[in-house]
Nanobody, 124 residues
Framework: QVQLVESGGGLVQAGGSLRLSCAAS????????MGWFRQAPGKEREFVAA????????YYGDSVKGRFTISRDNANNLVRLQMNSLKPEDTAVYYC?????????????????WGQGTQVTVSS
């Protein structure tokens, strides 16, 4: 089992940047595929990005490609989401998620563990 805690959210102006972090508990972090999702009020949870177990493969949702970068640090049980060129439509609660599986998965239902979420607000 793994516990996830997100940090780094906040309020930023359009065009700015934020870096989210997700700290994971446990000694088997490198066994987990890690993902970021987001959910805006009244909308379904949306896939943002994922990184495979060794960090060698990443995948992004169409709305964030070229602006966001996911990375992981297996030595320190961390996964990060660097968000650049932020837009008001990026405003949402951002969640870190994990599943003990190879490859890349983009469906929220495929993930087993979730953090509490961190709010990101982008003002115009």
């Amino acid at each position: 089992q793994v516990q996830l805690v997100e940090s780094g959210g906040g309020l930023v102006q359009a065009g700015g940047s934020l870096r989210l972090s997700c700290a994971a508990s446990g000694r088997t972090f490198s066994s987990y595929l890690m993902g970021w999702f987001r959910q805006a009020p009244g909308k379904e949870r949306e896939f943002v990005a994922a990184v495979n177990r060794n960090g060698g493969n990443t995948y992004y949702g169409d709305s964030v490609k070229g602006r966001f970068t996911i990375s992981r640090d297996n030595a320190n049980n961390l996964v990060r989401l660097q968000m650049n060129s932020l837009k008001p439509e990026d405003t949402a609660v951002y969640y870190c998620a994990a599943v003990r599986a190879p490859g890349i998965h983009t469906g929220a239902r495929e993930y087993e563990y979730w953090g509490q979420g961190t709010q990101v607000t982008v003002s115009s």
